[in-house]
């Protein structure tokens, strides 16, 4: 099955000695969060658990998610080396279940969901989030290929419709006041595989 060698590629990742995007949350996740009242966030994708320690050290009540085992042994790792405790369970989007609007603050960080999917799984966090309530969300946006072209290192998704645009972000998150929506150009250093210039779409919302 697809998604079985899709989970295999993740849980091989993270089963090096290495955290794959570093032990610090990503820059702009930092940034943000540090800028809002501390409450309940929810992290889906969240891999290794950077951003999810980074929250629950800020006081933030932290559930997170990934389908990757690997990825929840890593995260209690990190949480434990940090003294902190995040809830992390192993699942797929589509299968785990949180009641309807129950979190202040859904963090998207290089959460890059298979393209078919990508637009329907970011209306079922929707329903998870409070009214009022903000997405915070960084990935590479479409025009990261050519960045990927020329330096492999950066990482991202190498099919165009896994990747995001403005347009994108918009419709999905219709329901939103757009506080920030742009697209840049960042330098990375998140670990193993987010190195160099790359293009990101950042997008902060509050669910209406
Ligand atoms: C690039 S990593 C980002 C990890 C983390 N958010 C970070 O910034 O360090 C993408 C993650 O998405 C997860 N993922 C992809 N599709 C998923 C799905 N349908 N359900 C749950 N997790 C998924 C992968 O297992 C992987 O950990």
């Known amino acids: ?12 990742r993270y089963g090096e000695e290495d955290y ?4 610090t949350p990503n820059v702009f996740f930092e940034e943000k969060i540090k800028e809002l009242k501390t409450g309940k966030i929810l992290l889906p994708a969240e891999g ?3 951003n999810a320690v980074f929250a629950a050290k800020l ?15 890593k995260a209690m790792k990190l949480a434990k080396k940090n003294g902190v405790t995040i809830d992390y369970q192993v699942g797929d989007l589509g299968a785990v279940n949180f009641p309807q609007e129950e979190f202040d603050v859904i963090g998207l960080i290089y959460a890059h969901f298979p393209a078919n999917l990508k637009s329907a799984y970011h209306k079922i966090l929707d329903g998870y989030l409070k009214k009022g309530g903000f997405v915070v969300f960084e990935a590479f946006s479409k025009n990261n290929l050519t960045y990927r072209a020329k330096n492999e290192k950066i990482g991202g998704p190498r099919d165009l419709d896994s ?3 403005i347009e994108e972000i918009k419709a999905d998150f219709s329901n939103y006041e757009i506080l920030q ?3 840049k ?12 210039k790359g293009s990101v779409i950042r997008f902060v919302g509050k669910k209406k």
């Not at 794959?20 to 032990?23: M, N, R």
């Open 185 to 196: 150009e960042v330098e990375l250093g998140e670990g193993l595989y987010h190195n160099g």
């Open 1 to 12: 099955m697809m998604e079985d060698i899709w989970i295999k590629k993740w849980n091989e």
């Open 20 to 23: 794959a995007y570093g032990e």
């Open 163 to 165: 990747l995001f645009s």
């Open 48 to 50: 290794e658990g950077r």
């Open 181 to 183: 929506l742009e697209e």
């Open 59 to 73: 006081g933030w009540s932290v559930f997170a998610f990934d389908q990757s085992e690997e990825g929840k042994k």
